[in-house]
């Protein structure tokens, strides 16, 4: 399998490192002076990068998603897959294929369904559009679940967003009872209570949701605005998105009013 993988910031070399190494013959690309996994060719542009793959995975983060899919347009395959992994808004999943529209290509809009350093190439995933079997049986083979909506590009975007109210929506609330419980004196107890709540596996899932809050929030933040315009759009209430955004643009240091 000949992959591209453009983007190689946490989630992009933890992928493309985990495809080398299940013997894919693996490209990167990025732009920016970042590390090039082990097994895997750097790529001097992303023209290059794109031309004789198979299979395309976009993982440069929203914002450049359809400008990077406009450019790679001009050099990829008739034959290629191109399998964005943004999480990124349904409208912006659409504007990939229009891009991608006169080039051949299929295209598969990628939802990764839990933080990919857990799991790597084996994170669950959830696809839909054109190229979504493609995606399904080459990620399938790396040992990761995917789910295929028989569905456009945009609708595994827009379950994703659904799902990210629930999660950084816990995670907020987390955050805010542990908060809570520290200036009350009472860490611990509270910890313990939500632990339990949260089942068998409960104390690690509370420390996960605290620590990868903190870690991600810049990230997560604009997740979460995707999020909230995706409700707005559907006509459901958004305060729930709100109230998560405050707590992630505090802890990315960029507040929301």
Same mark, same amino acid.
């Given at each position: 399998?000949?992959?591209?993988?453009?983007?190689?910031?946490?989630?992009?070399?933890?992928?493309?490192?985990?495809?080398?190494?299940?013997?894919?013959?693996?490209?990167?690309?990025?732009?920016?002076?970042?590390?090039?996994?082990?097994?895997v060719?750097?790529?001097?542009?992303?023209?290059?990068?794109v031309?004789?793959?198979?299979?395309?995975?976009?993982?440069?983060?929203?914002?450049?998603?359809?400008?990077?899919?406009?450019?790679?347009?001009?050099?990829?395959?008739?034959?290629?897959?191109?399998?964005?992994?943004?999480?990124?808004?349904p409208?912006?999943?659409?504007? #990939? &294929?229009? *891009?991608?529209? %006169?080039? =051949? !290509? $299929? @295209?598969?809009?990628? /939802?990764?369904?839990?933080?990919?350093p857990?799991?790597g190439?084996?994170?669950?995933?959830?696809?839909?559009?054109?190229?979504?079997?493609? #995606? &399904?049986? *080459?990620?399938? %083979?790396? =040992? !990761? $679940? @995917?789910?295929?909506? /028989?569905?456009?590009?945009?609708?595994?975007?827009?379950?994703?967003?659904?799902?990210?109210?629930?999660?950084?929506?816990?995670?907020?609330? #987390?955050?805010e *009872?542990?908060?809570?419980?520290? !200036?009350?004196?009472?860490?611990?107890?509270?910890?313990?209570?939500?632990?339990?709540?949260?089942?068998?596996?409960?104390?690690?899932?509370t420390?996960?949701?605290?620590?990868?809050?903190?870690?991600h929030?810049?990230?997560?933040?604009?997740?979460?605005?995707?999020?909230?315009?995706?409700?707005?759009?559907?006509?459901v209430?958004?305060?729930?998105?709100?109230?998560?955004?405050?707590?992630?643009?505090?802890?990315?240091?960029?507040?929301?009013?």
């Amino acid at each position: 399998m000949r992959t591209a993988v453009l983007g190689l910031g946490e989630a992009g070399r933890r992928y493309a490192a985990d495809l080398a190494a299940a013997g894919w013959q693996v490209t990167g690309y990025d732009p920016a002076p970042v590390t090039t996994p082990a097994g895997v060719r750097r790529a001097a542009s992303l023209a290059e990068a794109v031309q004789d793959a198979e299979l395309v995975l976009g993982l440069t983060g929203a914002r450049f998603a359809v400008p990077v899919a406009e450019q790679a347009a001009a050099d990829l395959s008739a034959r290629a897959c191109f399998a964005d992994f943004n999480s990124a808004a349904p409208a912006a999943k659409r504007e #990939v &294929a229009r *891009a991608l529209a %006169g080039t =051949g !290509a $299929e @295209v598969a809009d990628v /939802a990764v369904l839990a933080p990919v350093p857990r799991l790597g190439a084996a994170t669950p995933l959830l696809v839909s559009g054109p190229g979504a079997d493609r #995606v &399904a049986a *080459a990620f399938r %083979g790396v =040992g !990761a $679940e @995917v789910d295929v909506l /028989a569905e456009p590009v945009g609708a595994a975007a827009g379950r994703k967003l659904l799902r990210s109210v629930f999660m950084k929506g816990l995670a907020a609330a #987390v955050l805010e *009872a542990v908060s809570a419980g520290e !200036a009350a004196g009472c860490e611990d107890w509270v910890r313990a209570q939500i632990a339990a709540e949260l089942g068998e596996h409960g104390p690690v899932l509370t420390e996960r949701l605290i620590t990868g809050t903190r870690t991600h929030a810049a990230r997560r933040l604009h997740e979460v605005e995707a999020s909230r315009d995706y409700l707005a759009e559907l006509g459901v209430r958004t305060s729930v998105c709100e109230a998560t955004l405050a707590w992630l643009g505090e802890l990315a240091g960029d507040p929301r009013e």
